[in-house]
Nanobody, 124 residues
Framework: QLQLEESGGGSVQPGGSLRLSCAGLGFALEAYAIGWFRQAPGKKREGLSCISSPDAITYYADSVKGRFIISRDNAKNMVYLEMNSLKPEDTAVYYC?????????????????WGQGTHVTVSS
C-alpha cells in the first residue's frame, strides 16, 4: 500500500485561506490520480477535487468549485489543495488519496491508498 501524508491544516477565520499539501512517501505521486476528500463529524466522506495523471485533468465538486484549486508539483512530489473563501461548513478532516485509474474519481471506495488526514477548522 502506498503511503501519503497530508499537511497544512489548521484553524482559520471564515473567508480565510489555507493550502493543504499531499506528499508521496517513497513513490512518485505523478504516476497516480490524486483525490482530496473530507469528512466532517457524523457525515460521509466527501470527494472534493482530483487531478489525473499525466494530463492533470481536474475535477471539482460543486461545493468547492470556484473556491478550491488542485495542483501538482512533480519536481517536489507534491499535490496541493488551495482553499479560499473558507466557510464554517468546510470544517472537517481532509484526506488525500491515490489511485491508478482515472475513473469514478468522486468515489472514495475506489481509492486504495490514503493519508492519515489533516484537520481544518473554520471558525470566528
Amino acid at each position: 500500500q502506498l503511503q501519503l501524508e497530508e499537511s497544512g491544516g489548521g484553524s482559520v477565520q471564515p473567508g480565510g485561506s489555507l493550502r493543504l499539501s499531499c506528499a508521496g512517501l517513497g513513490f512518485a505521486l505523478e504516476a497516480y490520480a490524486i483525490g482530496w476528500f473530507r469528512q466532517a463529524p457524523g457525515k460521509k466522506r466527501e470527494g472534493l477535487s482530483c487531478i489525473s495523471s499525466p494530463d492533470a485533468i481536474t475535477y471539482y465538486a460543486d461545493s468547492v468549485k470556484g473556491r478550491f484549486i488542485i495542483s501538482r508539483d512533480n519536481a517536489k512530489n507534491m499535490v496541493y489543495l488551495e482553499m479560499n473563501s473558507l466557510k464554517p461548513e468546510d470544517t472537517a478532516v481532509y484526506y488525500c488519496a491515490a489511485k491508478a485509474a482515472w475513473d469514478a474519481v468522486r468515489d472514495a471506495d475506489t481509492y486504495p491508498n490514503w493519508g492519515q488526514g489533516t484537520h481544518v477548522t473554520v471558525s470566528s
